[in-house]
Structure formats: C-alpha cells, structure tokens
C-alpha cells in the first residue's frame, strides 16, 4: 500500500505497565485485544516494581518480546517520554531496536511542569536512532515541533519520511482547535511533502482529534494513556474498546482499518522475522 492517506487508518494504543509479572500480562493482553479490534502500533511505556515509570532497558525486552510472541506483525513503538526518567537514560532502551519510538524535538509546558527536550538530547535520542534502525514518530505538542522535525529532516539528522502525530488538548500546550489541527496539515505538506501525520487528543479531545484525523486522511491514536473514558459519564473498559470506537468512525468516513502488513508498508518497515 502506498501514500495510506486518504485510504485507510491505523491505530496505536497503550497501555502502562506496572512492574509486577501480573500487570506485564495484563498489558501484553490488552495490547492482543486491541490488535485484534484493528490496532497496528501499540505505543508502549513500562513501570518498576513502585509503579513508577522507568527506562529500565529489561523490563522494555520482556514486554517487547511479549508483544512479538502474542500479536505477530504488529508495529512495536517504545516510548523515550521524559515521564520515565532524564537525559540520555530516556534512549537506553534503542538498542533493543524496536519497530519505532517516540521523539519529542522540542519543550513546552504541561499541565504542572516543563516537558524539557534539550536539543543536544534530541539530537542524541535521534542519532541513537538512526544507528539502530528505529523510525521516530515525532511528538509534535506545538507548531515549533513540526517546524524543527522537518528542519532535522532537511539537514540529516532525521532520514526518510517524517510520521508526525499532533497532539492537542494538552493543559497549557496547544488545545483541540480545528483551524490549528487544519494549519498543522497544511505547514507538514509544505515544509515536507512525503511526509505522513497521526493525531492524539488528550482526554475529552480524544474523540474528536479522533474524528478529524481520520475525516481529514490521516492515522490516529487512541488508549488509556490519553483518555480513560468511553463517553462523558462511563469509564473505558479497556483499551480495545477505544480502538472500536475509532474503527467505527473510519466505517463513517469510508476509511478501511489498515491491516498490519499495509501499515508497514506506507511506515516503510520491515517484516518482522516469521511473520
């Protein structure tokens, strides 16, 4: 499948996990149910033994290999959020050489601090990168963020097509605005042509970036990480039940749910090994 804009969807989920043997399987199988329901990349991050978000290069490797074993084909992304820790300890777990991670090319605020992305850090985050063979999806938090991604792209810090996700509703960074969400499209297509976008809104922007996203030709995201509610009074059941939701509004806009193997043809990713 080529230039999937316009033809199809595909979706990531996530889900965070905890450090015990129980909530390392309880993820691994909610990532299957959401694989199941139409989900090709699960965004992934991972919790120590406290709860609290980590690095920790092991604990990726176990769920890594989990998610290979159980959902076959499907897109692996690895989160280098700076929730799980500082510097260069964000990247330790690139070697591991998933499908994809996660890059954030610049700072803004959230809703009680700094979300710091020094650019030595990004630059470093990307080289470890392009050594390891792992593609980025650019987190773009702000207008600046798509700017500087294609800037990296031009001069060769980044290779190959950019795949940017919008992300909105963020308290103090840029909010659900259709006319943004709308200029955010149009700046990518200008500075960088080829380039494929995603969209992620956070809690009641969930549905609606979902909407616009896929009414407008690109891939979306949905999960618990950004949302846990299925409507405005009911708690989610689980992550595939907002994937469902999100494959009904690709039936809505005659948009096919992208197989695994299509999404990784239109990312330009290898066939994992047996699959």
Request: aromatic fraction near 8%; proline fraction near 5%.
């Amino acid at each position: 499948m080529h230039h999937l804009c316009g033809h199809h969807g595909f979706f990531a989920n996530q889900r965070k996990q905890s450090g015990s043997a129980h909530q390392h399987s309880e993820q691994i199988e909610s990532t299957q149910e959401s694989f199941e329901a139409g989900a090709s990349i699960v965004h992934a991050h991972v919790r120590d033994d406290e709860g609290k978000p980590t690095s920790d290069p092991e604990r990726f490797a176990r769920l890594k290999e989990g998610i290979e074993k159980f959902c076959s084909g499907m897109i692996v992304q690895l989160s280098t959020g700076g929730r799980s820790g500082a510097g260069k300890i964000r990247g330790g777990m690139l070697p591991l050489r998933p499908d994809m991670a996660s890059l954030s090319v610049g700072s803004n605020n959230f809703p009680t601090r700094v979300y710091e992305n020094p650019p030595d850090l990004v630059d470093w985050l990307a080289s470890e990168m392009l050594t390891y063979n792992v593609k980025p999806e650019i987190e773009a938090f702000d207008l600046s963020h798509i700017v500087q991604a294609c800037a990296m792209q031009k001069d060769g810090r980044l290779k190959g097509s950019l795949y940017v996700q919008f992300v909105m509703g963020v308290k103090n960074a840029m909010p659900a605005d259709e006319k943004i969400f709308d200029f955010y499209i149009e700046t990518l297509k200008r500075l960088s042509p080829g380039a494929q976008w995603c969209a992620a809104g956070i809690g009641p922007a969930q549905i609606i970036i979902n909407e616009w996203a896929i009414a407008k030709g690109g891939h979306t995201r949905t999960g618990m990480e950004d949302n846990v509610k299925i409507d405005r009074n009911t708690l989610a059941p689980s992550n595939a039940s907002l994937v469902r939701r999100a494959v009904e509004l690709c039936e809505k806009y005659n948009r096919p749910v992208a197989t695994w193997q299509q999404a990784r043809e239109t990312l330009m990713l290898a066939y994992p090994s047996g699959a």
